[in-house]
């Protein structure tokens, strides 16, 4: 049966990702491929209200597989949160004769994309596209392997001037909610401890891990603590902590910021942008709507998108507990 769809809207939204260029271009592609139109929508949400809309060809994504950031922009729109915002999203859709959407996003897109979808009925469909890799129903989300990288990198940088000082150096990566980035990239980096927001370890339990990680003859020591930990104390606070409860202790604080959101993707993260873009519109063409695209064991599957956005993403408690040994 001929398919309903002939002409598919994809834009970018929320924090952006390295991948997200990839992942348009994989779309775009796979629509040129199918034969059915393909359009741009910039700035997110707020481009969609405006009609900031661009035909997207085959052509129109050239060299942009290896680019960070998203071409088309991306955006928190806080009119999209009101009926009234939504409506005239919808009637520029209907406008522009857009029958579908690819959102490329975190859960704000895609809570934004199901409430547009209860609301008018419009099919769509999201391939998950954050650093944080918080979202349920992929084991990886577009960007997460390149701040990884990024992360780690620095990381590294900061070993060699902590260890030729013998310093202690707390380095604060990003996770507001999670601390999948914090955790592998402390256990990449060979981070004496690691701070995340799902577990907390207790100020008493750092100090005796520095204590221990000193008597043990070890020159420098670093603490990746992700953004939304819950000691209760910052970097910032955590460093002046430690300064007043443990002697001797020379320590630094580095916060390694939005330099994890940026970046050439890597390669993992461009095959599995190239991956979703197709199976995203794959997916519509062949009738299947208010899905994520997400994988699950090296296989693209469809996940319901409500529960993508509802579910909790949990923490690698035996990589916590790998971490652990290796700080010995
Ligand atoms: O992209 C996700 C994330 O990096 C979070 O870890 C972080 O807290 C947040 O975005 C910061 O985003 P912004 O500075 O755009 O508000």
């Given at each position: 049966?001929?398919?309903?769809?002939?002409k598919?809207?994809?834009?970018?939204?929320?924090?952006?990702?390295?991948?997200?260029?990839?992942?348009?271009r994989?779309?775009?592609?796979?629509?040129?491929?199918?034969?059915?139109?393909?359009?741009?929508?910039?700035?997110?949400?707020?481009?969609?209200?405006?009609?900031?809309?661009?035909?997207?060809?085959?052509?129109?994504?050239?060299?942009?597989?290896?680019?960070?950031?998203?071409?088309?922009?991306?955006?928190?729109?806080?009119?999209?949160?009101?009926?009234?915002?939504?409506?005239?999203?919808?009637?520029?859709?209907?406008?522009?004769?857009?029958d579908?959407?690819?959102?490329?996003?975190?859960d704000?897109?895609?809570?934004?994309?199901?409430?547009?979808?209860?609301?008018?009925?419009?099919?769509?469909?999201?391939?998950?596209?954050t650093?944080?890799?918080?979202?349920?129903?992929?084991n990886?989300?577009?960007?997460?392997?390149?701040?990884?990288?990024?992360?780690v990198?620095?990381?590294?940088?900061?070993?060699?001037t902590?260890?030729?000082?013998?310093?202690l150096?707390?380095?604060?990566?990003?996770?507001?909610?999670?601390?999948?980035?914090?955790?592998?990239?402390?256990?990449?980096?060979?981070?004496?401890?690691?701070?995340?927001?799902?577990?907390?370890?207790g100020?008493?339990?750092?100090?005796?891990?520095?204590?221990?990680?000193?008597?043990?003859?070890?020159?420098?020591?670093?603490?990746?603590?992700?953004?939304?930990?819950?000691?209760?104390?910052?970097?910032?606070?955590?460093r002046?902590?430690?300064?007043?409860?443990l002697?001797?202790?020379?320590?630094?604080?580095?916060?390694?910021?939005?330099?994890?959101?940026?970046?050439?993707?890597?390669?993992?993260?461009?095959?599995?942008?190239?991956?979703?873009?197709?199976?995203?519109?794959?997916?519509l063409?062949?009738?299947?709507?208010?899905?994520?695209?997400?994988?699950?064991?090296?296989?693209?599957?469809?996940?319901?998108?409500?529960?993508?956005?509802?579910?909790?993403?949990?923490?690698?408690?035996?990589?916590?507990?790998?971490?652990?040994?290796?700080?010995i």
């Amino acid at each position: 049966m001929e398919s309903q769809i002939k002409k598919i809207g994809v834009m970018t939204s929320g924090g952006d990702a390295p991948g997200m260029n990839a992942a348009i271009r994989s779309v775009a592609r796979a629509c040129a491929y199918h034969n059915i139109e393909c359009v741009g929508i910039y700035r997110g949400y707020e481009g969609m209200i405006e009609g900031d809309f661009k035909s997207l060809n085959a052509r129109s994504v050239n060299h942009i597989i290896n680019k960070g950031g998203t071409f088309l922009k991306s955006a928190r729109s806080q009119e999209f949160r009101t009926k009234e915002g939504r409506k005239q999203a919808h009637d520029q859709l209907l406008k522009e004769g857009i029958d579908a959407l690819v959102l490329i996003g975190g859960d704000g897109t895609f809570t934004g994309g199901m409430i547009f979808n209860e609301e008018f009925n419009f099919p769509i469909i999201g391939i998950p596209g954050t650093i944080d890799n918080d979202i349920v129903g992929t084991n990886y989300t577009l960007g997460y392997d390149t701040a990884l990288n990024t992360a780690v990198e620095a990381i590294d940088k900061i070993r060699d001037t902590a260890s030729s000082h013998r310093r202690l150096f707390f380095v604060e990566v990003m996770g507001r909610d999670v601390g999948h980035i914090a955790l592998n990239a402390g256990v990449g980096s060979g981070a004496e401890e690691i701070l995340v927001p799902e577990e907390d370890l207790g100020l008493d339990r750092l100090l005796e891990s520095l204590e221990k990680s000193r008597q043990t003859g070890k020159s420098s020591s670093i603490v990746v603590v992700a953004e939304g930990d819950k000691t209760g104390k910052n970097v910032f606070e955590l460093r002046d902590y430690v300064e007043e409860n443990l002697e001797g202790y020379d320590v630094r604080v580095s916060v390694l910021g939005h330099m994890q959101r940026g970046g050439s993707p890597s390669c993992f993260d461009r095959v599995l942008a190239s991956r979703m873009g197709v199976k995203a519109v794959e997916s519509l063409l062949a009738g299947k709507f208010n899905y994520m695209v997400g994988t699950v064991n090296n296989k693209l599957e469809l996940y319901p998108i409500d529960k993508a956005v509802k579910g909790h993403s949990k923490i690698d408690a035996e990589l916590l507990r790998v971490s652990d040994i290796m700080s010995i």
